[in-house]
C-alpha cells in the first residue's frame, strides 16, 4: 500500500506562489487516483483538486480554478500542486490522498490512503 509524504508548505504573502509535493513510497503509483484535500482552521476538510491515473483529467475546486494546478510524476511517483496567486483564505493543512480506482473524484469519501498534511499559511 503506498504511504504518502507532504512537503512544500509554509508561509507565503498574498499574491506569492508555493509548490505543493507529495511523495509515495509504494510501487503503484501509478495505478491510483491522486488529490489535494484542505482543512482551514474551524472548517470541514475540502476538496482542492485531482488528477486520474493517467495525469491528463483533472479536476478543481471553483475557489481555486486559474490559480492551482494539480500535477503528477508517475516515473518519480510524485504528486504536485503549484499554487500561485495565493490568498489569505488559503491558508489550511494540505492533504494529498490516493483512490485505488484511479478516477479523479472529488469526494474524500473515496480515497483510502492520506499523507499527514503540510501547513500553508497566507499573509495579507
Known amino acids: 500500500q503506498e504511504q504518502l509524504v507532504e512537503s512544500g508548505g509554509g508561509l507565503a504573502q498574498a499574491g506569492g506562489s508555493l509548490r505543493l509535493s507529495c511523495a509515495a513510497s509504494?510501487?503503484?503509483?501509478?495505478?491510483?487516483?491522486m488529490a489535494w484535500f484542505r482543512r482551514a482552521p474551524g472548517k470541514e476538510r475540502e476538496f482542492v483538486a485531482s488528477i486520474a491515473r493517467g495525469g491528463t483529467d483533472t479536476r478543481y475546486t471553483n475557489s481555486v480554478k486559474g490559480r492551482f494546478t494539480i500535477s503528477r510524476d508517475n516515473t518519480h511517483q510524485t504528486l504536485n500542486l503549484e499554487m500561485n496567486s495565493l490568498k489569505p483564505e488559503d491558508t489550511a493543512v494540505y492533504y494529498c490522498?490516493?483512490?485505488?480506482?484511479?478516477?479523479?473524484?472529488?469526494?474524500?469519501?473515496?480515497?483510502?490512503?492520506w499523507g499527514q498534511g503540510t501547513q500553508v499559511s497566507v499573509s495579507s
Open positions: 509504494g510501487h503503484t503509483f501509478g495505478m491510483y487516483g
Open positions: 490522498a490516493a483512490d485505488e480506482t484511479g478516477r479523479n473524484w472529488p469526494f474524500a469519501v473515496q480515497y483510502g490512503i
